[in-house]
Protein backbone atom coordinates (compact mmCIF):
# COMPACT_ATOMS: atom_id res chain seq x y z
CA UNK A 1 0.00 0.00 0.00
CA UNK A 2 1.17 3.17 -0.62
CA UNK A 3 2.08 5.41 2.08
CA UNK A 4 4.23 8.58 2.59
CA UNK A 5 5.24 11.15 -0.06
CA UNK A 6 3.09 10.50 -3.54
CA UNK A 7 3.98 13.71 -5.33
CA UNK A 8 5.91 16.68 -5.24
CA UNK A 9 4.60 20.12 -6.50
CA UNK A 10 5.85 21.07 -9.74
CA UNK A 11 5.18 24.45 -9.37
CA UNK A 12 6.97 24.86 -5.78
CA UNK A 13 10.53 23.28 -5.51
CA UNK A 14 11.06 21.03 -2.54
CA UNK A 15 7.45 21.40 -1.75
CA UNK A 16 5.12 18.47 -0.68
CA UNK A 17 2.14 18.48 -3.04
CA UNK A 18 0.42 14.96 -1.98
CA UNK A 19 0.93 12.67 1.01
CA UNK A 20 -0.92 9.80 2.73
CA UNK A 21 -0.03 7.76 5.96
CA UNK A 22 -1.49 5.09 7.75
CA UNK A 23 -2.86 6.78 10.64
CA UNK A 24 -4.69 3.87 12.69
CA UNK A 25 -4.20 0.16 12.53
CA UNK A 26 -7.21 -2.05 14.68
CA UNK A 27 -6.81 -5.81 14.17
CA UNK A 28 -9.20 -8.66 15.72
CA UNK A 29 -10.07 -12.21 14.75
CA UNK A 30 -12.56 -11.32 12.15
CA UNK A 31 -11.21 -8.02 10.46
CA UNK A 32 -8.75 -5.52 10.27
CA UNK A 33 -9.28 -1.92 9.80
CA UNK A 34 -7.30 0.81 8.61
CA UNK A 35 -7.69 4.64 8.84
CA UNK A 36 -5.55 6.56 5.93
CA UNK A 37 -5.61 9.78 6.12
CA UNK A 38 -4.98 11.85 2.89
CA UNK A 39 -3.47 15.15 2.16
CA UNK A 40 -2.80 17.54 -1.06
CA UNK A 41 -2.49 21.05 -1.94
CA UNK A 42 -4.58 20.52 -4.60
CA UNK A 43 -7.79 19.04 -4.89
CA UNK A 44 -7.14 17.10 -8.09
CA UNK A 45 -4.21 15.36 -6.72
CA UNK A 46 -6.39 14.32 -4.03
CA UNK A 47 -9.07 13.01 -6.03
CA UNK A 48 -6.28 11.22 -8.24
CA UNK A 49 -4.80 9.48 -4.95
CA UNK A 50 -8.75 8.49 -3.96
CA UNK A 51 -8.92 6.80 -7.10
CA UNK A 52 -5.33 5.05 -6.64
CA UNK A 53 -6.13 3.63 -3.05
CA UNK A 54 -9.70 2.71 -4.51
CA UNK A 55 -8.33 0.71 -7.43
CA UNK A 56 -5.52 -0.90 -4.94
CA UNK A 57 -8.49 -2.10 -2.75
CA UNK A 58 -10.86 -3.41 -5.20
CA UNK A 59 -8.04 -6.58 -6.39
CA UNK A 60 -8.83 -7.33 -2.31
CA UNK A 61 -11.59 -8.56 -0.93
CA UNK A 62 -11.89 -5.97 1.21
CA UNK A 63 -14.46 -3.07 1.60
CA UNK A 64 -13.42 0.43 1.15
CA UNK A 65 -15.04 4.03 1.71
CA UNK A 66 -14.30 7.56 2.22
CA UNK A 67 -15.79 9.01 5.41
CA UNK A 68 -14.15 12.44 6.19
CA UNK A 69 -11.56 14.65 4.14
CA UNK A 70 -9.01 17.28 5.10
CA UNK A 71 -9.63 20.20 2.40
CA UNK A 72 -7.05 21.20 -0.38
CA UNK A 73 -5.78 24.60 0.31
CA UNK A 74 -3.87 25.73 -3.03
CA UNK A 75 -1.13 27.99 -2.43
CA UNK A 76 -2.41 31.75 -3.91
CA UNK A 77 1.21 33.21 -5.20
CA UNK A 78 -1.93 36.53 -6.43
CA UNK A 79 -3.12 36.38 -2.64
CA UNK A 80 -3.89 40.48 -1.66
CA UNK A 81 -4.24 39.57 1.96
CA UNK A 82 -0.50 38.34 1.49
CA UNK A 83 0.83 41.32 -0.33
CA UNK A 84 -0.81 43.97 2.34
CA UNK A 85 0.99 41.62 5.43
CA UNK A 86 4.22 41.30 3.63
CA UNK A 87 3.96 45.17 3.10
CA UNK A 88 2.52 45.66 7.03
CA UNK A 89 5.47 43.03 8.06
CA UNK A 90 8.64 44.61 6.57
CA UNK A 91 7.10 47.99 7.74
CA UNK A 92 7.39 47.30 11.32
CA UNK A 93 10.28 45.12 11.49
CA UNK A 94 12.73 46.67 8.77
CA UNK A 95 13.23 42.62 7.74
CA UNK A 96 12.15 40.87 4.61
CA UNK A 97 9.45 38.18 4.75
CA UNK A 98 10.00 34.91 3.52
CA UNK A 99 6.74 33.74 1.89
CA UNK A 100 6.15 29.86 2.02
CA UNK A 101 3.39 26.76 0.80
CA UNK A 102 3.75 23.91 3.40
CA UNK A 103 2.38 20.84 3.52
CA UNK A 104 -0.02 20.90 6.55
CA UNK A 105 -3.45 20.72 7.11
CA UNK A 106 -4.51 23.85 7.96
CA UNK A 107 -7.49 25.59 8.93
CA UNK A 108 -7.31 27.84 6.09
CA UNK A 109 -8.63 24.93 3.80
CA UNK A 110 -11.15 24.17 5.95
CA UNK A 111 -12.95 28.29 5.42
CA UNK A 112 -11.43 28.57 1.93
CA UNK A 113 -13.63 25.23 1.06
CA UNK A 114 -17.07 26.52 2.45
CA UNK A 115 -16.31 30.39 1.22
CA UNK A 116 -15.93 31.03 -2.49
CA UNK A 117 -12.86 33.24 -3.41
CA UNK A 118 -12.09 33.34 0.57
CA UNK A 119 -8.32 34.97 0.68
CA UNK A 120 -6.28 33.76 3.36
CA UNK A 121 -3.33 33.48 4.80
CA UNK A 122 -1.60 31.32 7.68
CA UNK A 123 0.63 33.24 10.17
CA UNK A 124 2.21 32.26 13.52
CA UNK A 125 4.50 32.51 16.41
CA UNK A 126 7.58 30.89 16.29
CA UNK A 127 7.14 27.59 18.02
CA UNK A 128 9.43 24.91 19.14
CA UNK A 129 9.38 20.99 19.52
CA UNK A 130 5.36 21.16 17.79
CA UNK A 131 2.91 18.32 18.64
CA UNK A 132 5.66 17.38 21.28
CA UNK A 133 5.12 17.22 25.03
CA UNK A 134 7.70 19.65 24.62
CA UNK A 135 5.94 21.97 22.69
CA UNK A 136 6.28 25.66 23.40
CA UNK A 137 6.14 29.19 21.98
CA UNK A 138 8.32 32.06 21.76
CA UNK A 139 6.39 35.17 23.66
CA UNK A 140 7.98 37.85 22.21
CA UNK A 141 7.25 36.39 18.76
CA UNK A 142 3.58 35.95 19.74
CA UNK A 143 3.32 39.63 20.57
CA UNK A 144 4.96 41.06 17.51
CA UNK A 145 2.71 39.04 15.64
CA UNK A 146 -0.34 40.03 17.01
CA UNK A 147 1.30 43.93 16.59
CA UNK A 148 1.36 43.22 13.36
CA UNK A 149 -2.21 42.03 12.77
CA UNK A 150 -3.66 44.47 14.28
CA UNK A 151 -1.59 46.59 11.59
CA UNK A 152 -2.94 44.46 8.68
CA UNK A 153 -6.67 44.89 10.57
CA UNK A 154 -6.47 48.51 10.34
CA UNK A 155 -5.26 48.57 6.30
CA UNK A 156 -7.97 45.98 5.15
CA UNK A 157 -10.54 47.39 2.78
Not at 94 to 108: R, S
Not at 113 to 138: A, W
Request: proline share 3%; net charge negative.
Amino acid sequence: MPNGVVDMSAEINGLVETSLNLGILTTNENSTEMHISLRSNKESSMVALENRLKTFFSILPCEFSIFDKYPSWEFNNNSVLQKLYKEVYENETGKTLKVEAIHAGLECGVFASKIKDFDCISIGPTMFDVHTVKERLSISSTERIFKILLKVLENCR
